[in-house]
């Protein structure tokens, strides 16, 4: 909505708001906020609201912890499944070090840098995200249960799609909330679904992501239900997956649907660059032990190969034209910090046209039926949490994106994370246990 301080100021004070949240993510993608009254709103602004840094993961030690959150007026958004009667309203926050500067773990302070090196160059990055959740019974008490809500397919309808009024109810909400979802439907799983978002530009796509996945589970909670964006809740269904699909324009033209011999030679260097550094940012795209579960199976890639359609690859290229013409990844998951992935998918794709990375020939296969044999030469995405954290630990890439002692921090708690799951003596509930209410 692009609202400025004053016009928040005046909207606050016309629409009987009595509540405003004040939005942010630590360095996983947890969405957290504080709740501040309509008089506190001008110290906001102009000075920021104290939080303490040492009790958000990632963030900071107790010995130097004041932390100030400043939020961004453009990003108002009324909450609509909130009382009207003093309602309350959401706007995502820059967080600042007590001097006034950039804290080094804001995630969205990075992806602001990526879509500014790109307009450098003169390029815009706009993206659109396909996200899938599962929705899940609850018991008396209201805590979630394994009991997917319906046992419908691939684009069902109601009786078998049971969900129908829920995504409605979902879509409604994000239209009031200043958001664009595309379409929705029932998706291949017992309970699973899908909202698509048009596309935006990289900042605005991944604030909507984490809004969207707050508004999902506010409305899923109000409906008796509960949802999860895990991965791979059920080993023997379909994964929840995060397609993100990105275009590339200069000029306000996209270089996607630009075609003489074959996509233009920017577009074909930026995949390069997106599939060349796909292995070292797999950490931050997939970032749970159960991510990789998904991989190889239902439609969700393993190979770092790309085509046209083919969906068991990890980049294609969809069969829409215009305006609507891009690149799909098809191995992110919503679990995902959308602000660490969107940057560094950029940046990769950016090294890619500095560097002129010629696109390496379509694999135009279907990798889930091909004998093994045949899949000899082809590179592989990391097979566990384990071998993606080595790659992205280690990576020089990575690490020019990434604040260097924010990597470290990151690295270090999904090591503790993949260490616990493999020391479980059942694997299986263990993440269940560790990743079914967090995401």
Request: aromatic residues 10%.
């Given at each position: 909505?692009?609202?400025?301080?004053?016009?928040?100021?005046?909207f606050v004070k016309?629409?009987?708001?009595?509540?405003?949240?004040?939005?942010?993510?630590?360095?996983f993608g947890t969405?957290?906020?504080?709740?501040?009254?309509?008089?506190?709103?001008?110290?906001?602004?102009?000075?920021?609201?104290?939080?303490?840094?040492?009790?958000?993961?990632?963030?900071?030690?107790?010995?130097?912890?004041?932390?100030?959150?400043?939020?961004?007026?453009?990003?108002?958004?009324?909450?609509?499944?909130?009382?009207?009667?003093?309602?309350?309203?959401?706007?995502?926050?820059?967080?600042?070090?007590?001097?006034?500067?950039?804290?080094?773990?804001?995630?969205?302070?990075v992806l602001k840098?990526?879509?500014?090196?790109?307009?450098?160059?003169?390029?815009?990055?706009?993206?659109?995200?396909?996200?899938?959740?599962?929705?899940?019974?609850?018991?008396?008490?209201?805590?979630?249960?394994?009991?997917?809500?319906?046992?419908?397919?691939?684009?069902?309808?109601?009786?078998?799609?049971?969900?129908?009024?829920?995504?409605?109810?979902?879509?409604?909400?994000?239209?009031?909330?200043?958001?664009?979802?595309?379409?929705?439907?029932?998706?291949?799983?017992?309970?699973?679904?899908?909202?698509?978002?048009?596309?935006?530009?990289?900042?605005?796509?991944?604030?909507?992501?984490?809004?969207?996945?707050?508004?999902?589970?506010?409305?899923?909670?109000?409906?008796?239900?509960?949802?999860?964006?895990?991965?791979?809740?059920?080993?023997?269904?379909?994964?929840?997956?995060?397609?993100?699909?990105?275009?590339?324009?200069?000029?306000?033209?996209?270089?996607?649907?630009?075609?003489?011999?074959?996509?233009?030679?920017?577009?074909?260097?930026?995949?390069?660059?997106?599939?060349?550094?796909?292995?070292?940012?797999?950490?931050?795209?997939?970032?749970?032990?159960?991510?990789?579960?998904?991989?190889?199976?239902?439609?969700?890639?393993?190979?770092?190969?790309?085509?046209?359609?083919?969906?068991?690859?990890?980049?294609?290229?969809?069969?829409?034209?215009?305006?609507?013409?891009?690149?799909?990844?098809?191995?992110?998951?919503?679990?995902?910090?959308?602000?660490?992935?969107?940057?560094?998918?950029?940046?990769?794709?950016?090294?890619?046209?500095?560097?002129?990375?010629?696109?390496?020939?379509?694999?135009?296969?279907?990798?889930?039926?091909?004998?093994?044999?045949?899949?000899?030469?082809?590179?592989?995405?990391?097979?566990?949490?384990?071998?993606?954290?080595?790659?992205?630990?280690?990576?020089?890439?990575?690490?020019?994106?990434?604040?260097?002692?924010?990597?470290?921090?990151?690295?270090?708690?999904?090591?503790?994370?993949?260490?616990?799951?493999?020391?479980?003596?059942?694997?299986?509930?263990?993440?269940?246990?560790?990743?079914?209410?967090?995401?």
């Amino acid at each position: 909505m692009d609202y400025t301080a004053k016009e928040v100021l005046q909207f606050v004070k016309e629409n009987d708001v009595k509540f405003i949240r004040l939005a942010f993510c630590d360095i996983f993608g947890t969405l957290k906020n504080v709740s501040i009254m309509p008089g506190e709103l001008p110290r906001a602004f102009s000075q920021g609201i104290s939080i303490d840094g040492s009790a958000i993961r990632g963030f900071l030690s107790v010995d130097r912890s004041d932390l100030f959150l400043i939020p961004d007026p453009a990003t108002l958004s009324v909450l609509p499944w909130r009382p009207a009667h003093g309602g309350v309203v959401r706007m995502f926050c820059d967080i600042k070090n007590p001097d006034g500067s950039v804290f080094e773990g804001d995630s969205r302070a990075v992806l602001k840098q990526a879509a500014a090196d790109a307009g450098k160059m003169g390029y815009t990055c706009r993206i659109g995200t396909e996200c899938e959740f599962y929705l899940f019974e609850t018991d008396e008490r209201q805590a979630p249960t394994l009991n997917p809500f319906d046992h419908g397919s691939y684009c069902d309808v109601s009786p078998l799609d049971r969900g129908e009024n829920v995504r409605r109810e979902i879509c409604l909400s994000l239209e009031e909330m200043g958001m664009f979802p595309e379409s929705s439907h029932h998706e291949q799983g017992p309970g699973q679904n899908e909202i698509d978002f048009k596309y935006a530009d990289a900042l605005t796509a991944a604030d909507n992501l984490i809004a969207f996945k707050s508004a999902v589970k506010s409305i899923a909670a109000i409906n008796g239900l509960y949802a999860s964006f895990m991965p791979k809740p059920f080993l023997d269904q379909s994964g929840s997956g995060l397609h993100v699909n990105m275009s590339l324009s200069r000029g306000g033209i996209n270089l996607f649907k630009e075609r003489t011999a074959g996509h233009s030679a920017e577009a074909e260097s930026f995949m390069a660059g997106v599939l060349h550094r796909a292995a070292e940012i797999t950490a931050f795209l997939n970032p749970l032990t159960n991510s990789y579960s998904r991989f190889g199976c239902f439609e969700a890639p393993k190979y770092i190969t790309w085509s046209h359609q083919n969906r068991s690859q990890l980049v294609r290229i969809p069969a829409a034209g215009g305006e609507y013409t891009r690149m799909e990844l098809r191995s992110p998951d919503a679990a995902c910090n959308p602000y660490y992935a969107f940057a560094l998918l950029i940046e990769a794709g950016l090294e890619g046209i500095k560097a002129r990375l010629p696109l390496p020939a379509p694999v135009d296969m279907d990798l889930f039926v091909l004998e093994d044999g045949c899949k000899n030469g082809l590179a592989a995405l990391p097979a566990t949490l384990e071998q993606a954290v080595e790659l992205a630990e280690h990576s020089e890439f990575v690490e020019r994106v990434i604040p260097k002692r924010v990597l470290h921090r990151y690295c270090k708690a999904k090591r503790a994370e993949y260490q616990k799951i493999q020391s479980a003596k059942n694997r299986v509930q263990a993440e269940h246990d560790l990743y079914f209410s967090l995401v």
